[in-house]
């Protein structure tokens, strides 16, 4: 069993910055990939960021240069800094990570998720 546990939501206002962080703790062969996806009522899901095993990333172009993903492979855990934060940004994170539970078995594993709300 796998769970990934977030933290780091909260309301800022418009131009400040917050962290999110997502640990995972379980039955842990090795991590895939990590990512961040947000949701706001009505919309789909997007991908924020992502981070692969070789540290390459990935981000959606309305964060590029804004937010940073990073990975601390010693703790499962995956950051995402995100600074000069717009309204636009407000919405429920959710992270995810893609892991082997074994040397055959892989899943995709989702956090709780937690709101970022930007004031204007």
């Known amino acids: 069993q796998v769970q990934l546990v977030e933290s780091g939501g909260g309301l800022v206002q418009a131009g400040g910055s917050l962290r999110l962080s997502c640990a995972a703790s379980g039955t842990i062969f090795t991590i895939i990939s990590m990512g961040w996806y947000r949701q706001t009522p009505g919309k789909e899901r997007e991908l924020v960021a992502s981070?692969?095993?070789?540290?390459?990333?990935n981000y959606a172009d309305s964060v590029k240069g804004r937010f940073t993903i990073s990975r601390d492979n010693a703790k499962n855990t995956v950051y995402l800094q995100m600074n000069n934060l717009k309204p636009e940004d407000t919405a429920e994170y959710s992270c995810?990570?893609?892991?082997?539970?074994?040397?055959?078995?892989?899943?995709?594993?989702w956090g709780q998720g937690t709101q970022v709300t930007v004031s204007s």
């Open positions: 995810n990570e893609r892991l082997y539970t074994d040397h055959r078995t892989w899943d995709d594993y």
């Open positions: 981070i692969n095993s070789g540290h390459s990333t």
